[in-house]
T-cell receptor
């Protein structure tokens, strides 16, 4: 049973425009959320995270928004660059009860074209 | 700083054979994780260690999978016997402190296993 869902398997965006990647979750106990980026033949790398006590976290071109009532989070990349082309995984944790176990979505392949 | 090392990078075996994967985490990292990523899915945690102790192995299929982290440094994951559905990428990750979601996990490149 997928507790973290990324319903868009792919997204294509022109360079310089905004990329918006979406993620939904079903477990109301999740209180910490992360985004990982993965290039081919490499392991995922941490990108940005947000705690459930916040609704927004920003790091340079990357901003994550959390809507707890909708159980939805999104990653905004502005402006998008060709080097951002990768698979983006959303992950969530309920921290206390599972010692930080991360539940990952299936990923969204982002392609940024010139 | 060297990253998480994994070997082999690729492995092809026949069903019912045995296979082992090796992981060397980032130096000084206390927590080590093994994930299974089946094609088209996200990584799924199999087991996590803090130093040489198992913290969470609730999602490890213990009838065929085993893992150890002797001396609290490198780790091996074994499958015996392998099934077709074990075909996946096996990712190892490590983090500096105790198992908490706020601790950034650093992933290795993974071992791609194909079971024929």
């Amino acid at each position: 049973d997928q507790q973290v869902k990324q319903n868009s398997p792919s997204l294509s965006v022109q360079e310089g425009r905004i990329s918006i990647l979406n993620c939904d979750y079903t477990n109301s106990m999740f209180d910490y959320f992360l985004w990982y980026k993965k290039y081919p033949a490499e392991g995922p790398t941490f990108l940005i995270s947000i705690s459930s006590i916040k609704d927004k976290n920003e790091d340079g071109r990357f901003t994550v928004f959390l809507n707890k009532s909708a159980k939805h989070l999104s990653l905004h990349i502005v402006p998008s660059q060709p080097g951002d082309s990768a698979v983006y995984f959303c992950a969530a944790s309920d921290g206390g009860s599972t010692l930080g176990r991360l539940y990952f979505g299936r990923g969204t392949q982002l392609t940024v074209w010139p | 700083e060297a990253g998480v090392a994994q070997s082999p990078r690729y492995k092809i075996i026949e069903k019912r054979q045995s296979v082992a994967f090796w992981c060397n985490p980032i130096s000084g990292h206390a927590t080590l994780y093994w994930y299974q990523q089946i094609l088209g899915q996200g990584p799924k945690l199999l087991i996590q260690f803090q130093n040489n102790g198992v913290v969470d192995d609730s999602q490890l299929p213990k009838d065929r999978f085993s893992a150890e982290r002797l001396k609290g440094v490198d780790s091996t994951l074994k499958i015996q016997p392998a099934k077709l559905e074990d075909s996946a990428v096996y990712l190892c990750a490590s983090s500096l402190g105790s198992p908490r979601p706020e601790e950034t996990q650093y992933f290795g490149p993974g071992t791609r296993l194909l079971v024929l």
